[in-house]
């Protein structure tokens, strides 16, 4: 597995893997082009056999990092490209002195919630019907 820095050519394979999870918050490639504009962004892709497998989009916002996404094709899952870009994600925070890692999740995802638990976040608050003014964001943090 290769983790580098995203290209405009993977968007289109980012917006593939998004489509793939049913209720993901899909940004679309458009929305990925529009993270080049922000300052603060970083978007990492994974390759696995040539192939675009994950991508993780973060920002750097000292003393946080603001997870923003994060999201593995279906063929490449319990392979450890999510971990992967995790700890990619967890080498610039520490680059940048940060000292913790804030995110955002459905309550509904079991297994991304199992991912970061696992990974030594906790929820520490939540959003009601934050998504689709139905399921509620759970509020997750790690400390660094």
């Given at each position: ?14 917006a ?9 918050p ?66 610039y925070?520490?680059k ?49």
């Amino acid at each position: 597995m290769l983790i580098r820095r995203a290209r405009k050519e993977d968007y289109a394979a980012f917006a593939a893997i998004e489509a793939e999870h049913a209720g993901f918050p899909a940004w679309g490639a458009a929305g990925f082009l529009a993270e080049e504009n922000n300052r603060n962004s970083v978007t990492l892709a994974a390759e696995a056999g040539g192939a675009v497998a994950g991508f993780i989009n973060f920002w750097i916002l000292r003393p946080q990092v603001q997870l923003n996404s994060l999201a593995v094709s279906g063929a490449m899952l319990r392979r450890g490209i999510a971990a992967g870009l995790f700890a990619k994600l967890l080498e610039y925070a520490r680059k940048s002195a940060c000292a913790e890692i804030d995110l955002e999740v459905s309550e509904l995802n079991a297994p991304a919630i199992a991912f970061y638990r696992a990974h030594g976040f906790e929820v520490v608050g939540k959003r009601p019907k934050f998504y689709n003014n139905t399921e509620a964001a759970l509020l997750m943090r790690k400390t660094l």
